[in-house]
């Protein structure tokens, strides 16, 4: 089950929870009345009510909106956040070329790493999407990065350099190393890095949520018709609220 916490900025003290749907997406919504400043504590205190309450009706993840400030009362709560990284590394090829084509280097000139801690299936398939648009890739992965290495030279015959410095580095996991190189695109972890880009929904986004989680979360439940789009992060992609409320 999904929440999402919507703070009114209305005055008010009852916190409503309601049925509702955003672009095909259940979810239920915790409206949180009340204003910051001088009621800052009084906010929170609402903020912690509605987080329980959501637990309590069977949600665990929550969509909030942009730069929401109280986290820490949802986690406490046992409320966490869509982690966007799954989709992110599943669109690991566009959003490299989108930051190759963005300044970083022309696609055809650029050597492109790709690291992280084994190759999964998003890895592989960055690999061999990345085959034809770039000059060369670097694999680095302990778990499966020579394999790899050497399916894409006997099937592609791209040379996979090792020794080159390369133009842009995408990483997938962790690594213990210090990346030497372009510029590393991050696609895990609380603190992405995708370089000023960002991923949307072809279709208007309503307002009051964080773009990137509500669109991970309408990517990973089936609700998008199409691949998210690349774009550069702060691009308006909204036009007023689209949300409908299920029942009477």
Known sequence: MLGYVALTGEKGRKIMLEQTEVMGLPLVRAQVPGMGG??????????????????????????????????????????????????????????????????????????????????????????????????????????????????????????????????LIVEFSPITSEPEGGPAMVLHGPSLRLLGLTLRPAMPVPDGFAPLPLTAALWETGCLPQPPEVVPEGKKMTWGVFLGRKGP
């Open 38 to 167: 001088r009621h800052e504590k009084r906010l929170a205190r609402r903020v912690e009510r509605a987080a329980r309450r959501l637990r309590e009706a069977g949600v665990r993840r929550v969509l909030t909106g942009p730069d929401f400030p109280y986290w820490d009362l949802l986690e406490a709560q046992g409320l966490g956040g869509v982690d966007p990284g799954p989709m992110c590394q599943a669109m690991a090829a566009p959003l490299a070329l989108a930051a190759l084509e963005g300044g970083v280097c022309p696609p055809e000139r650029a050597v492109v790493a790709l690291r992280g801690g084994r190759v999964s299936r998003p890895f592989f398939q960055a690999a061999v999407a990345l085959c034809a648009r770039v000059r060369g890739v670097e694999v680095r992965a302990p778990g499966g990065g020579a394999e790899l290495a050497d399916y894409l030279r006997r099937e592609y015959g791209l040379p996979v350099l090792e020794r080159e410095r390369p133009d």
